[in-house]
């Protein structure tokens, strides 16, 4: 079976992000970047699958523009077999990056398709809901276990009250959790053995889907900062400070 | 202007979030109506049809609907927006998981976790996990939207809107339940409770989580953990506060033994007084606290149960 994994470059979780003094946007200039967290989970999970049997390919995909190759061929040396890359300058919004990954799901027809559950730029947590609706297949969102299973795969969901355990028709799509699993590191002859792995580049264009944007962003500011209090020497202190000055507990 | 507002609840109570995501409705400005789907959910129907200044209450309550499938609710909700011109869901984990569903059924973004309403189209949202603000401005005709409800203050309960019962039965039949694993615990959810205590690292296991117990009685608190202390096998993943697990802004939040790295910083920093116990006096926690005390938890924690 085909596995699709949907990969994003994002700044690097470890990077302070500053936002710039037009406040048109957070800066990136000359910033470290590296695949989404999230999304380099999925990479591992597809990974497992075909070290494990299931899976016979793991393709990996990532739309933007040239840079993203990078994360492509990182996701290549952890063990993808191919890649894909979807070049336009845009910054497209969800829904438009869904219908996009749609094109490539009809063409690829995987029976598994493993993205990240949000990006840590953006937050939107909807890539993976989006295809799943626009190409009528279940999903299985913020997993922490996947068990693949003749014609279906059980997903186990981290939510609100804990966890939840549902079975979905494949072909599906999931997206992972933080504990799905640890990520690998690249490994230097695998990273050596990526530069030759088949890297196909199509243009976003060519797949005649209306890119127009859907929303508009207006300012980026820096979030309120909270400011350092006061160090208490006491818990005696500390109880009647939050009694009587902040009047928080009675 | 018609809203639809989804209530986030499990067939038996309606989640305070709910009252919230009502709030940010009322800012748009329009009737609003209140979504219950569910099964043997008359109950949630109910205490939603006393919520203050909607229209009316819509109840879907089927088997199909039982466990809320993102597959069966997208469907059903994307048919009913027909009639709205707004849909929205607070952003726990059904409206999560279903809403953007319904945004690509619909054919129109999804302006996820809005913490304020500048105008029917124009909303406000946290990225790069709250390090910095965004204004978004909405291009679609119809509005996806889901709400932090930490950004908005509860509507009152003491209305009386008629309840409609739907009888649309959607099953897409590519999905079904299988288990939920659970926690039960009498403390009040961590997303409303008004006081939040949580451990980190430095509580070294999940035995010494206990030390919070009594603490938490006294003063009616949630339990809470940091991602560390989740990874290390502690607590469950449920009890998280952070970027990944739960956003929170109690009155009161106790940070025990928790260094403060950014992902933690962005569930909590909203909290209106945070209190930090660390024998770290360079750990970042102390730079948000209102107040801090440099102690080492086992000492500090009995004392604190003590002197409440």
């Given at each position: 079976m085909k596995v699709l994994v949907p990969i994003k470059r994002v700044i690097d979780y470890n990077v302070k992000v500053r936002v710039k003094p037009d406040n048109s946007n957070v800066d990136l200039a000359n910033v470290k970047m590296a695949i989404n967290p999230f999304c380099e989970i999925a990479v591992e999970e597809a990974v497992r699958l075909k070290e494990a049997g299931t899976a016979t390919e793991v393709i990996v995909i990532s739309i933007g523009d040239k840079s993203c190759q990078e994360q492509l061929r990182t996701a290549l040396a952890l063990g993808a077999d191919r890649a894909i890359q979807i070049e336009t300058d845009q910054n497209l919004d969800a829904l438009n990056i869904a219908k996009l990954l749609q094109k490539v799901v009809e063409e690829e027809q995987p029976q598994l398709v493993i993205l990240g559950k949000q990006s840590i730029d953006s937050d939107n947590n909807q890539t993976g809901q989006m295809l799943a609706a626009l190409t009528g297949l279940a999903q299985g969102t913020f997993a922490s276990e996947v068990k693949v299973e003749e014609s279906k795969v059980n997903v186990t969901r981290e939510v609100d009250g804990g966890l939840q355990t549902i079975s979905l028709n494949l072909p599906a799509i999931i997206t992972t959790d933080l504990r799905l699993n640890e990520p690998r590191y690249a490994s230097l002859p695998n990273i050596m053995k990526a530069k030759r792995k088949p890297l196909e580049v199509k243009s976003?264009?060519?797949?005649?889907?209306?890119?127009?944007?859907?929303?508009?962003?207006l300012k980026v500011t820096p979030p309120r900062e909270r400011e350092a209090g006061l160090i208490v020497e006491s818990i005696d202190e500390l109880v009647e400070k939050l009694k009587n000055e902040a009047k928080v507990i009675s | 202007m018609s809203i639809l507002v989804y209530a986030e609840h499990d067939n038996n109570v309606l989640k305070i979030d709910t009252l919230k995501t009502v709030a940010a409705a009322q800012k748009i400005g329009g009737d609003i109506t209140i979504l219950v789907v569910g099964h043997n959910c008359q109950a949630v129907a109910e205490k939603a049809s006393k919520v203050n200044g909607i229209a009316k209450v819509v109840v879907a309550d089927s088997t199909a609907y039982e466990h809320q499938l993102a597959e069966n609710v997208s469907l059903l909700v994307s048919e009913l927006a027909a009639d709205y011109s707004v849909v929205m869901a607070t952003a726990l984990t059904t409206g999560k998981n279903f809403m953007p569903r319904v945004a690509a059924l619909l054919d129109v973004a999804q302006i996820s976790d809005i913490i304020a309403v500048e105008s029917a189209d124009t909303f406000v949202r946290p990225i790069y996990a709250g390090n910095a603000i965004a204004t978004v401005q909405s291009l679609d005709d119809k509005k996806v939207i889901t709400v932090r409800s930490t950004g908005f203050n509860p509507v009152a309960c003491d209305g009386s809107a008629d309840i409609t019962n739907l009888d649309n039965v959607i099953n897409a039949g590519i999905s079904s339940h299988v288990s939920d694993e659970l926690t039960v615990s009498e403390r009040p959810d961590l997303s409303a409770a008004s006081v939040v205590i949580s451990g980190g690292r430095g509580m070294q296991n999940g035995d010494n989580f206990k030390l919070l117990d009594g603490i938490a009685d006294k003063l009616g608190a949630a339990i809470g953990a940091s991602r560390a202390a989740v990874d290390a096998g502690f607590v469950p993943n449920d009890m998280q506060v952070g970027q990944t697990g739960k956003i929170v802004a109690p009155d009161l939040y106790i940070a025990v033994g928790i260094s403060g790295a950014i992902q933690h910083l962005a569930g909590m920093k909203d909290s209106k007084v945070i209190v930090a116990i660390n024998?770290?006096?360079?750990?970042?926690i102390f730079q948000v606290a209102d107040y801090g005390i440099v102690a080492d938890l086992f000492e500090a924690l009995p004392e604190l149960e003590n002197a409440l």
């Amino acid at each position: 079976m085909k596995v699709l994994v949907p990969i994003k470059r994002v700044i690097d979780y470890n990077v302070k992000v500053r936002v710039k003094p037009d406040n048109s946007n957070v800066d990136l200039a000359n910033v470290k970047m590296a695949i989404n967290p999230f999304c380099e989970i999925a990479v591992e999970e597809a990974v497992r699958l075909k070290e494990a049997g299931t899976a016979t390919e793991v393709i990996v995909i990532s739309i933007g523009d040239k840079s993203c190759q990078e994360q492509l061929r990182t996701a290549l040396a952890l063990g993808a077999d191919r890649a894909i890359q979807i070049e336009t300058d845009q910054n497209l919004d969800a829904l438009n990056i869904a219908k996009l990954l749609q094109k490539v799901v009809e063409e690829e027809q995987p029976q598994l398709v493993i993205l990240g559950k949000q990006s840590i730029d953006s937050d939107n947590n909807q890539t993976g809901q989006m295809l799943a609706a626009l190409t009528g297949l279940a999903q299985g969102t913020f997993a922490s276990e996947v068990k693949v299973e003749e014609s279906k795969v059980n997903v186990t969901r981290e939510v609100d009250g804990g966890l939840q355990t549902i079975s979905l028709n494949l072909p599906a799509i999931i997206t992972t959790d933080l504990r799905l699993n640890e990520p690998r590191y690249a490994s230097l002859p695998n990273i050596m053995k990526a530069k030759r792995k088949p890297l196909e580049v199509k243009s976003a264009a060519d797949f005649g889907i209306d890119l127009t944007a859907r929303t508009n962003l207006l300012k980026v500011t820096p979030p309120r900062e909270r400011e350092a209090g006061l160090i208490v020497e006491s818990i005696d202190e500390l109880v009647e400070k939050l009694k009587n000055e902040a009047k928080v507990i009675s | 202007m018609s809203i639809l507002v989804y209530a986030e609840h499990d067939n038996n109570v309606l989640k305070i979030d709910t009252l919230k995501t009502v709030a940010a409705a009322q800012k748009i400005g329009g009737d609003i109506t209140i979504l219950v789907v569910g099964h043997n959910c008359q109950a949630v129907a109910e205490k939603a049809s006393k919520v203050n200044g909607i229209a009316k209450v819509v109840v879907a309550d089927s088997t199909a609907y039982e466990h809320q499938l993102a597959e069966n609710v997208s469907l059903l909700v994307s048919e009913l927006a027909a009639d709205y011109s707004v849909v929205m869901a607070t952003a726990l984990t059904t409206g999560k998981n279903f809403m953007p569903r319904v945004a690509a059924l619909l054919d129109v973004a999804q302006i996820s976790d809005i913490i304020a309403v500048e105008s029917a189209d124009t909303f406000v949202r946290p990225i790069y996990a709250g390090n910095a603000i965004a204004t978004v401005q909405s291009l679609d005709d119809k509005k996806v939207i889901t709400v932090r409800s930490t950004g908005f203050n509860p509507v009152a309960c003491d209305g009386s809107a008629d309840i409609t019962n739907l009888d649309n039965v959607i099953n897409a039949g590519i999905s079904s339940h299988v288990s939920d694993e659970l926690t039960v615990s009498e403390r009040p959810d961590l997303s409303a409770a008004s006081v939040v205590i949580s451990g980190g690292r430095g509580m070294q296991n999940g035995d010494n989580f206990k030390l919070l117990d009594g603490i938490a009685d006294k003063l009616g608190a949630a339990i809470g953990a940091s991602r560390a202390a989740v990874d290390a096998g502690f607590v469950p993943n449920d009890m998280q506060v952070g970027q990944t697990g739960k956003i929170v802004a109690p009155d009161l939040y106790i940070a025990v033994g928790i260094s403060g790295a950014i992902q933690h910083l962005a569930g909590m920093k909203d909290s209106k007084v945070i209190v930090a116990i660390n024998k770290d006096p360079e750990a970042p926690i102390f730079q948000v606290a209102d107040y801090g005390i440099v102690a080492d938890l086992f000492e500090a924690l009995p004392e604190l149960e003590n002197a409440l």
